[in-house]
């Protein structure tokens, strides 16, 4: 087992940069841990670096650990939090792609 809780789910994490749009849910094994800014920052870093790579579509979550973000390797930066926050975090799912019309328009909302 991995600790994760499937009813809580974790966070998803968005970043539009000019008509580019990424998004990525991280999931972690307490509320109280995906509320912490470590895990926030970790999930903002991999939405980044999704937003980097240009990656068009639903991505294997699996390749995101390759992605990097300020010269840094996702999985590195995943290892950090993990040992810092004693739990375990996945990336549940991500995708990104690009607004290629006028008429399309994005937003995002952040509650805690």
Do not use: W
Not at 13 to 32: A, N, P, R, W, Y
């Amino acid at each position: 087992s991995s600790g994760i809780n499937a009813e809580y789910g974790g966070l998803v994490g968005i970043v539009q940069k000019k008509d580019f749009v990424s998004m990525i849910t991280l999931q972690c094994e307490t509320e109280s841990v995906a509320k912490n800014e470590h895990f926030i920052t970790l999930l903002h870093q991999s939405a980044v670096a999704l937003q980097q790579s240009q990656a068009s579509g639903i991505i294997d979550p699996s390749n995101i650990l390759d992605k990097t973000v300020n010269g840094i390797k996702l999985s590195e930066l995943f290892t950090q939090t993990i040992g810092r926050l004693g739990e375990n975090i996945k990336t549940k799912s991500c995708f990104s792609y690009k607004i290629d019309s006028p008429s399309i328009s994005t937003a995002s909302y952040l509650h805690r």
